[in-house]
């Protein structure tokens, strides 16, 4: 089974020249899964891939560089036509703020359209306690979810082949923590995110990110085998950060561009 990443956005805040914020699709035989929907990631999406080839959506937390664009989807999947229903995954403890989410872009007169992200999909909540989630099996794949360290509940992800002969993990947004190596345990690919080159400690452990050098410190501890570099602050960090890994991670490393592909023993650009 082959298993890829395409990179939709790899900017934290808010779009740019580079592209959209974060947004990633898994790529199986079986079907497409976006990780993340931030704003831009719907356009960048509908530009190269038909809706209908998605299979489940999985958001890693409700800060809006993260899932902004998931109203946007989700009026979409109603109008003009139904689309297919299937599942959102986002941590469990956040399913009351996709209410409120709802309650600000619901549409009374237009059935359906009440509560768009309810009407649209079949709402799951990630445990993030690394046990097995529910629902991959048809896909052929295996999702755990970790518990990052942010200020609201966020994931980092660890999807594999069943048989773990390929695994793709994601940092989402997060301080270092053991729910990050235990999902980037020796990944094929992980997709770790950058946001700083420099920051002081209240930026990556109190509030919870990460600089591009504590990027590849987790990509070695973990002993990830090829690291995606991503959610970079400045467009141009994009030139620059795998320098900052270098003397930490002696794996491949690559800074994540839109439109680029990669996978288990290869790297494409779309
Ligand atoms: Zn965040």
């Not at 409120?100 to 009407?119: K, N, Q, R, Y």
């Not at 270092?176 to 190596?181: A, N, R, S, T, V």
Request: proline share 5%; with cysteine.
């Amino acid at each position: 089974m082959t298993l890829t990443v395409e990179i939709l956005g790899s900017n934290a805040t808010a779009p740019s020249a580079a592209g959209p914020a974060s947004g990633y699709l898994l790529r199986t035989e079986a079907g497409m899964v976006l990780v993340d929907a931030g704003p831009g990631v719907m356009a960048e999406y509908v530009s190269r891939h038909s809706l209908s080839d998605l299979r489940a959506i999985v958001v890693t937390h409700l800060h809006a560089d993260h899932s902004l664009d998931l109203m946007a989807f989700a009026y979409r999947w109603t109008f003009p036509e139904r689309l297919p229903r299937i599942p959102l995954y986002l941590p469990e403890e956040d399913l009351p703020r996709l209410r409120a989410f709802d309650a600000v872009f619901g549409i009374d007169t237009l059935p359906g359209m009440e509560s768009p992200t309810h009407a649209a999909w079949d709402v799951r909540g990630l445990r993030l306690d690394g046990s097995a989630e529910e629902g991959w099996e048809e896909l052929g794949l295996q999702l755990r979810s970790y518990r990052a360290h942010h200020p609201v509940p966020a994931a980092c992800l660890r999807f594999s082949s069943v048989a773990e002969e390929a695994v793709v993990a994601f940092s989402g947004d997060t301080g270092h923590c053991e729910g990050l190596l235990q999902a980037a345990q020796d990944a094929d690919v992980f997709i770790c995110e950058a946001t700083y080159l420099k920051a002081d400690p209240q930026a990556t452990d109190g509030h919870g990110h990460l600089t591009a050098r504590m990027a590849g410190e987790a990509a070695a501890q973990a002993g990830a085998g090829h690291l995606v570099l991503s959610h970079f602050g400045l467009d141009e960090m994009r030139a620059v950060a795998g320098e900052h890994v270098a003397e930490v991670f002696d794996g491949t490393v690559s800074a994540a561009e839109r439109g680029a592909v990669y996978g288990p023993g290869r790297v494409t650009v779309s």
